[in-house]
């Protein structure tokens, strides 16, 4: 865009409840919940509010790479929001200590959406937009927040784009081998022989056992001693293609870490490029680990932290509230077995996540819990949601891919990686991603129009 994002917004924060549940845990004690407003676009007290639900992570960085929400404000409008999620960014209701048990606790989905609730429904007083439609509008986890705001409070929200929302594979109705199929997937339709170069460096590393030569084939910082050091070093090693896989733009990305263009390409080209299997895994991991070329080496542990989501939970604190929802209600029993995938035997269960859990959190995950509370697929008594996904992310064959109502509509975008549809407009666009947008935007221009006139 011509002019930054960035001066387009202002950053506040909301007086929030702390346990919208229990009356006695917390009375009525709040903390300070951060989220970023323009009215830059708005028919003051007439146009709609376009409202993202907040995810995993900081929501600047959300706010930053949502670009699509803001030029449909303009085009309609209407007020935007980006609502932060409790327990990320700055929105940690117990400051430093809100990752000690039980502090911990009052992490939960059902808590995030009341905030929204409530957090929208006190905003639209203080702005006089009380006769103002509401749309809310998320990516990956913050798309199954847009739905669940839909299916729980349709008296607040006209309707929700769920973009890129797995809203199935984390209710635990997917197949544990999907992810890093779809992953493979990805670098095989590039190019077959990438995935064979892939298969055959890993089994390189394998067959390697020596724990002085993986650290110089690899560049690592330490020397690995352990069977727990070479399982992070494969970890590392996926997750790597696992991300190039979901941010597979056709343009350069600063989101989730700086990515080039096409980055499946450049791996597959890297891949493919020496004759050195291993020199080539190590530098194709480096396009995520080290895109600025100033480490030396790799510090294993700092730069990929293992944890309850197989597909990597981020760093920092942002990481300790994701391991803790993948703990809870987020079920992600994805495994790689190198049989339906390029990746190492990495196998993880219920039972392993269990004790994994029990032993990190104190908690056992309560399986199928989210697929009672948020319907999992039978979502027919439903209305008003579009779920989008891109044929290219992994995330995709675990949400809704065809349409269940005229107005349960699934669009799914050929050329698409992890929601390309909320990204601002771009000249490297794909044609189905432009389309895509269109039909979104004239859904949900239909959408406030039937809040408003009935």
């Known amino acids: 865009p011509g002019f930054s994002l960035v001066s387009l917004f202002t950053e506040k924060y909301f007086p929030q409840i702390l346990d919208h549940f229990n009356y006695n845990s917390m009375g009525n004690g709040t903390f300070d919940q951060r989220y970023l407003i ?51 960014g700055k929105s940690l209701p117990f400051g ?29 007083g203080q702005l006089g937009a009380s006769a103002c439609p509401v749309i809310v509008f998320g990516g990956s986890y913050g798309g199954m927040l847009s739905v669940y705001m839909r299916l729980r409070y349709p008296n607040i929200v006209a309707g929700a784009l769920a973009a890129s929302a797995p809203i199935l594979s984390t209710a635990g109705m997917g197949e544990p081998k999907q992810f890093f ?47 727990k050091d070479t399982r992070q070093l494969n970890g590392f090693l996926r ?17 989730m870490g700086n990515m080039p263009a096409n980055p499946v390409k450049v791996a597959c080209d890297t891949m493919l490029g020496g004759d050195d299997l291993l020199q080539a895994l190590r530098d194709t991991a480096g396009i995520v680990y080290n895109s600025t070329g100033d480490l030396t080496c790799f ?23 994701w391991d803790y929802q993948a703990c809870t ?24 996540r269990e004790q994994y859990c029990s032993k990190r959190w104190g908690v056992i995950p309560r399986l199928g819990w989210l697929k009672t509370q948020f319907w999992g697929d039978a979502l027919s008594t439903a209305s008003n ?43 490297a666009d794909p044609a189905s991603v432009i389309k895509a947008r269109k039909m979104e935007s004239d859904t949900i221009a239909q959408w406030v129009k039937m809040e408003r006139y009935g």
């Open 329 to 352: 209600e987020i079920e992600m029993c994805f495994e790689s077995n190198n049989v339906t995938d390029m990746f190492p035997v990495m196998p993880f269960t219920v039972k392993s």
């Open 385 to 427: 949601i579009i779920f989008s996904n891109g044929d290219l992310d992994p995330w995709a064959n675990g949400g809704v891919r065809k349409s269940l109502s005229s107005s349960l509509i699934a669009i799914n975008i050929s050329e698409g990686a992890h929601h390309l549809d909320l990204r601002g407009a771009n000249d």
């Open 181 to 227: 199929q779809d992953v493979t997937s990805d670098f095989e339709n590039y190019a077959p022989e990438c995935g064979d170069a892939v298969r055959g460096a890993f089994q390189r590393l394998q067959d390697l056992a020596h724990y002085r030569r993986i650290q110089s084939a690899f560049s690592l910082c330490q020397t690995p001693s352990s069977d």
């Open 96 to 124: 430093e200590d809100s990752f000690n048990i039980p502090e911990v606790g009052l992490l939960t989905v059902e808590q995030a959406l009341a905030d929204y609730a409530i957090m929208i429904t006190e905003l639209k």
């Open 239 to 255: 997750n790597a293609f696992t991300l190039m896989a979901m941010l597979d733009y056709p343009y350069s990305t600063h989101f």
């Open 38 to 88: 323009t009215d830059e676009y708005w028919k003051r007290g007439y146009g709609p509010i376009f409202f993202y639900t907040g995810n995993e992570g900081d929501i600047w960085e959300f706010a930053l790479n949502s670009g699509f929400i803001t030029e449909l404000a303009a085009q309609q409008r209407a007020l935007v929001i980006f609502a932060e999620h409790r327990y990320y």
């Open 299 to 321: 510090d294993l542990y700092t730069l990929y932290v293992e944890c309850a989501d197989p597909t990597g939970c981020g760093l920092g604190f942002n990481s300790l509230a």
